[in-house]
């Protein structure tokens, strides 16, 4: 088998803009699965609403498209009835961290044996472009028009913080990092949670003055910094520019999870 | 063979889900219908089932449904105010034809209203709360046997017509305590087996398609958006949606007589009582006092969806009395299929209806 063998290739075109990060992470993801010899048969994509979830329409496994914000509680409900399944979450900035906040700190809480990948667009784009809780401040949308006045989340330390075992960020520019951290995400017994930023030209970029959609693609590769190399330059004395991306491994630990197979 | 108990309606209700082979739970505690989930909380693990208490309501909704589609009967209990956080996964549940219980012990509403006494006000919720053109079952318990009974019962609609099927209890049927005989074994249903594996939500004339579960290879896309036989998203096609909807509202509307469980006292009598729930005590009470007046009374298990036929097992009657624990929900359902007048007898507040009260009331219409 090969990640390609995993694409419901009937549902092909799929909906996401030209120029969409989404699918560099369903790519990603999918090797991913494949590498780790997972089956089809007993792999299930559960997401929310927007255009991160409708990822699992297009894999070939028995997947759920739930409601806005509520993959996490549904998926939560999959994998305690028939642990035997592997389950993995696909979800947006909006759906998770908005709408869904509530789900994913219980989740992680509870470091139930999902793995949960963030496509982190910073914007609602399926309903055009309305700010997210990720938004960065002063960046424009079609509801935050002079500039979002409020602080974004930093997902990866609410995730740290609540108690999820694995937790890695990584852009859609780094494809090779993003799929062995999608591999140790899914390896790992408990929550595991993956954030990934990625470019959406048409709604975000369009208004934020990325010209093109490798414009994005530069200004994150450009503004990010591993975390042992920001967490040298901090011991150091260096002060990091607000604007900094912190990439890679922020937490791999062993407590205590639930749901896993025995 | 049977064994007798004195159980809380609560108690049978959680029993009677754990012999109708009920193996998750997922759930928020809430007043008061608290006792259920702390049943399934000690019993489950025991019998090799799942309890989780969710954050909220929503999630322990979400959580039964994907429980649901991993293959486990799957319940949750609430009230008013938890009750309405479901309605959206609700009709997730309903256009998504994923079978589970969810049982609501009614409170006075609305909003917190009256946490710890009875109501009947979320009759209409669960027929018209979630959005959309939708037919779910709602039964409704008398007795703690009921509260056992028509819980499993529950299961095996929720199985056959792969649905959301509600027990629309409430605060007086929930907490009371009475003699039980329990069965040793009960009747179970099965889901029906997938035809065609291309195909997943195909049906056939009964409008009800097999249950692809999770795990076995369908590769079954499940979504709540209008979607195609396949399960795939089929938004802007309005012959699609209507094909579906339409499937869906029917499938449920079209074996209403079927589904629609009822009981008959004096079945010749001009003066007729409608009941379901608490107030049918009362009027069980009012009957037992007055024998020599010969009132009738039909006693409603199944409210949605209403079978019509109920009403003509009283070819006599000239008047319908309708006494409800709210302001006369159900009693407008009636006027719709009858030219008989229904008087509404509401009571909002907590209390029930005294039979004396209700007998004041008889005496006017003899």
């Given at each position: 088998m090969s990640g390609d063998d995993w694409l419901r290739k009937d549902r092909l075109p799929h909906i996401w803009c030209a120029g969409c990060g989404n699918g560099t992470v369903v790519n990603c993801t999918l090797a991913a699965v494949d590498e780790i010899g997972w089956q089809r048969a007993n792999t299930v994509f559960v997401s929310g609403i927007g255009c991160s979830s409708r990822a699992p329409g297009y894999v070939l496994t028995d997947s759920l498209h739930t409601t806005h914000g509520r993959a996490i509680a549904f998926a939560t409900g999959v994998k305690l009835a028939d642990p035997s399944l592997n389950v993995v979450v696909i979800t947006g900035d909006g759906d998770l961290a908005a709408i869904g906040g509530n789900h994913f700190i219980h989740a992680c809480r509870r470091n139930i044996d999902l793995t949960v990948i963030c496509m982190n667009n910073q914007i609602y784009g399926m309903t055009g472009g309305q700010g997210s809780p990720t938004t960065p401040m002063g960046k424009l949308s079609t509801t935050t028009p002079f500039g979002s006045v409020e602080p974004a989340f930093d997902l990866t330390e609410l995730a740290k913080a609540a108690g999820a075992n694995y937790v890695a960020r990584w852009t859609g520019f780094h494809v090779k990092e993003l799929t062995k951290a999608i591999f140790s995400g899914l390896s790992t017994k408990g929550l595991a949670f993956i954030e990934v930023l990625v470019q959406c030209p048409t709604n975000y970029g369009r208004r934020n003055k990325y010209r093109s959609v490798t414009d994005q693609i530069d200004y994150m590769k450009t503004h990010s910094v591993l975390k042992q190399k920001a967490d040298r330059l901090r011991e150091e004395g260096n002060e990091l520019p607000e604007d900094t991306i912190i990439l890679g491994e922020i937490v791999k630990r062993s407590l205590p999870a639930m749901g896993v197979r025995k | 063979m049977s064994r007798v108990e004195f159980w809380q309606g609560n108690t049978a209700c959680a029993e009677g889900a754990l012999a109708a082979g009920c193996r998750f739970f997922g759930g928020y505690p809430i007043t008061p219908s608290t006792e259920i989930a702390e049943h399934m909380a000690r019993s489950l693990p025991k019998a090799g089932g799942v309890f989780v208490q969710m954050e909220d309501e929503i999630g322990g909704i979400a959580s039964v449904i994907g429980a649901s589609w991993a293959g486990k009967r799957a319940m949750t209990a609430t009230s008013g105010p938890g009750f309405s956080l479901m309605m959206e996964n609700i009709g997730f549940a309903l256009m998504t034809e994923t079978p589970c219980v969810i049982v609501n012990i009614q409170r006075g509403g609305?909003?917190?209203?009256?946490?710890?006494m009875a109501g009947q006000g979320d009759m209409l919720q669960c027929r018209y709360g979630s959005h959309g053109d939708i037919s779910p079952i709602a039964l409704v318990p008398a007795s703690v046997e009921e509260m056992y009974s028509l819980t499993v019962h529950a299961f095996n609609l929720a199985d056959i017509y792969r649905v959301p099927v509600f027990i629309m209890a409430d605060e007086i049927i929930g907490h009371m305590r009475e003699r039980i005989e329990v069965p040793d074994k009960v009747q179970l249903s099965e889901r029906k087996p997938v035809i065609d594996p291309t195909h997943p939500f195909r049906a056939g004339c009964d409008l009800i398609p097999g249950f692809p579960t999770f795990?076995?290879?369908?590769a079954v896309h499940v979504t709540g958006l209008t979607h195609d036989d396949r399960g795939y998203p089929c938004t802007t096609n309005p012959e699609m949606h209507e094909k579906l909807v339409t499937r869906l509202f029917n499938k449920v509307e079209s074996v209403r007589d079927e589904i629609s469980l009822f009981e008959t006292i004096n079945t010749d009598s001009k003066v007729v009582f409608i009941s379901y729930g608490a107030p049918a005590r009362a009027v069980e009470q009012m009957l037992h006092d007055h024998p020599e007046a010969q009132i009738g009374h039909l006693r409603l298990k199944t409210v949605w969806p209403f079978g019509e036929r109920c009403l003509s097992q009283f070819p006599n009657a000239e008047v319908f009395l309708f006494p409800e624990l709210n302001l006369g929900q159900i009693s407008r359902e009636i006027e719709r299929h009858t030219r008989i007048p229904v008087i509404s007898i509401p009571k909002i507040g907590g209390n029930l209806h005294l039979p004396q009260e209700l007998w004041e009331i008889t005496e006017r219409y003899l």
């Amino acid at each position: 088998m090969s990640g390609d063998d995993w694409l419901r290739k009937d549902r092909l075109p799929h909906i996401w803009c030209a120029g969409c990060g989404n699918g560099t992470v369903v790519n990603c993801t999918l090797a991913a699965v494949d590498e780790i010899g997972w089956q089809r048969a007993n792999t299930v994509f559960v997401s929310g609403i927007g255009c991160s979830s409708r990822a699992p329409g297009y894999v070939l496994t028995d997947s759920l498209h739930t409601t806005h914000g509520r993959a996490i509680a549904f998926a939560t409900g999959v994998k305690l009835a028939d642990p035997s399944l592997n389950v993995v979450v696909i979800t947006g900035d909006g759906d998770l961290a908005a709408i869904g906040g509530n789900h994913f700190i219980h989740a992680c809480r509870r470091n139930i044996d999902l793995t949960v990948i963030c496509m982190n667009n910073q914007i609602y784009g399926m309903t055009g472009g309305q700010g997210s809780p990720t938004t960065p401040m002063g960046k424009l949308s079609t509801t935050t028009p002079f500039g979002s006045v409020e602080p974004a989340f930093d997902l990866t330390e609410l995730a740290k913080a609540a108690g999820a075992n694995y937790v890695a960020r990584w852009t859609g520019f780094h494809v090779k990092e993003l799929t062995k951290a999608i591999f140790s995400g899914l390896s790992t017994k408990g929550l595991a949670f993956i954030e990934v930023l990625v470019q959406c030209p048409t709604n975000y970029g369009r208004r934020n003055k990325y010209r093109s959609v490798t414009d994005q693609i530069d200004y994150m590769k450009t503004h990010s910094v591993l975390k042992q190399k920001a967490d040298r330059l901090r011991e150091e004395g260096n002060e990091l520019p607000e604007d900094t991306i912190i990439l890679g491994e922020i937490v791999k630990r062993s407590l205590p999870a639930m749901g896993v197979r025995k | 063979m049977s064994r007798v108990e004195f159980w809380q309606g609560n108690t049978a209700c959680a029993e009677g889900a754990l012999a109708a082979g009920c193996r998750f739970f997922g759930g928020y505690p809430i007043t008061p219908s608290t006792e259920i989930a702390e049943h399934m909380a000690r019993s489950l693990p025991k019998a090799g089932g799942v309890f989780v208490q969710m954050e909220d309501e929503i999630g322990g909704i979400a959580s039964v449904i994907g429980a649901s589609w991993a293959g486990k009967r799957a319940m949750t209990a609430t009230s008013g105010p938890g009750f309405s956080l479901m309605m959206e996964n609700i009709g997730f549940a309903l256009m998504t034809e994923t079978p589970c219980v969810i049982v609501n012990i009614q409170r006075g509403g609305p909003s917190t209203g009256q946490p710890t006494m009875a109501g009947q006000g979320d009759m209409l919720q669960c027929r018209y709360g979630s959005h959309g053109d939708i037919s779910p079952i709602a039964l409704v318990p008398a007795s703690v046997e009921e509260m056992y009974s028509l819980t499993v019962h529950a299961f095996n609609l929720a199985d056959i017509y792969r649905v959301p099927v509600f027990i629309m209890a409430d605060e007086i049927i929930g907490h009371m305590r009475e003699r039980i005989e329990v069965p040793d074994k009960v009747q179970l249903s099965e889901r029906k087996p997938v035809i065609d594996p291309t195909h997943p939500f195909r049906a056939g004339c009964d409008l009800i398609p097999g249950f692809p579960t999770f795990g076995k290879g369908y590769a079954v896309h499940v979504t709540g958006l209008t979607h195609d036989d396949r399960g795939y998203p089929c938004t802007t096609n309005p012959e699609m949606h209507e094909k579906l909807v339409t499937r869906l509202f029917n499938k449920v509307e079209s074996v209403r007589d079927e589904i629609s469980l009822f009981e008959t006292i004096n079945t010749d009598s001009k003066v007729v009582f409608i009941s379901y729930g608490a107030p049918a005590r009362a009027v069980e009470q009012m009957l037992h006092d007055h024998p020599e007046a010969q009132i009738g009374h039909l006693r409603l298990k199944t409210v949605w969806p209403f079978g019509e036929r109920c009403l003509s097992q009283f070819p006599n009657a000239e008047v319908f009395l309708f006494p409800e624990l709210n302001l006369g929900q159900i009693s407008r359902e009636i006027e719709r299929h009858t030219r008989i007048p229904v008087i509404s007898i509401p009571k909002i507040g907590g209390n029930l209806h005294l039979p004396q009260e209700l007998w004041e009331i008889t005496e006017r219409y003899l």
